[in-house]
């Protein structure tokens, strides 16, 4: 099953991909360890300041050769791409899903963002996510309404996009007050229409919650800032208590703390 397949699969079984970013080799190896613990593919996301840290085609390259040498099924997926020509270079790069965030512009602008990327990727036959309804990013404030059912049904027409990502009560990061997801707008978005329904944001969200969400309608989790919370928390904590500087007898807390948080987050949803 390609990705495109596996999330409507996870779509109409009211089960969900985990899709995690990773930051270097040691975040990738402690989700990696997690998926093979508990017998579950993954995607692993790289977001533009990731791509730009790591370089687009080290950065690929060691996901793959880590699936491979892992023993996991996992796909490549960049995450808020906000321009063509990042997604050209990964699309070219070898990646198996990319998304469009063009959230933030009018309706009609989103449409034709997020069609010209659909257009793009027909030659690659790789996964395309794209946004509807404004997820505040890392530190700014949720505005906006809502994923209306009716605009996500008129959106998925026009773009022909596979995966969409919707407001519906989460942020990026953690939250001041506990969030309260829409779920019976959710069950909404996912009855008008037959894309893959990403929830952005899961960091933060309560299990309870989570579980509601992906057995009404959501395929794709996405989490981040949690496993950079944990993974630095750890490291801190370790480097206050010693002074090796052998990174590799230093790092492997941060590393397996990486793989308790996966293997939770796997078991809830
Ligand atoms: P969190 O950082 O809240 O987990 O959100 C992750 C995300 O949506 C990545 O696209
Ligand atoms: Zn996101
Ligand atoms: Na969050």
């Not at 990731?50 to 390259?61: D, K, P, R």
């Not at 050769?65 to 808020?80: P, S, T, Y």
């Not at 008008?192 to 309870?208: I, K, M, Q, Y």
Request: hydrophobic share 45%; aromatic share 6%; net charge neutral.
């Amino acid at each position: 099953m390609d990705l495109k397949q596996q999330l409507q699969y996870c779509s109409a079984s009211g089960t969900a991909l985990l899709a995690v970013n990773f930051y270097n080799f040691e975040t990738l190896k402690g989700l990696l360890l997690a998926a093979k613990a508990n017998n579950c593919s993954l995607i692993l996301q790289l977001s533009e300041g990731t791509l730009q840290y790591l370089g687009i085609h080290s950065a690929v390259n060691m996901a793959r050769a880590a699936l491979r040498q892992f023993g996991v099924r996992g796909w490549i997926h960049l995450d808020h791409g906000n321009n063509i020509s990042t997604i050209r270079e990964c699309l070219d790069a070898g990646f198996d899903s990319v998304m469009i965030d063009a959230s933030e512009a009018s309706f009609s602008e989103n449409v034709k963002t997020t069609s010209a990327v659909v257009k793009l990727a027909e030659a690659y036959n790789v996964n395309v996510e794209a946004e509807l309804g404004y997820i505040a990013k890392l530190g700014q404030q949720q505005q906006g309404a809502f994923t209306s059912p009716a605009d996500a049904h008129r959106f998925v027409s026009e773009t022909g996009v596979n995966a969409l990502a919707v407001a519906i009560g989460t942020a990026h990061g953690f939250y001041k007050d506990p969030p309260n997801l829409q779920i019976a707008l959710l069950k909404e978005i996912h009855a008008a229409t037959p894309a893959a329904l990403v929830l952005h944001g899961s960091s933060g969200v309560p299990d309870d919650q989570l579980k509601a969400a992906v057995k009404n309608g959501i395929a794709k989790v996405n989490l981040a800032t949690e496993t950079k919370n944990i993974f630095m928390k750890t490291l801190q904590q370790q480097l206050r208590q010693t002074e090796d500087i052998d990174l590799r007898r230093v790092f492997p807390k941060a590393i397996d703390a990486v793989t308790s948080l996966i293997s939770q987050k796997l078991q809830v949803i």
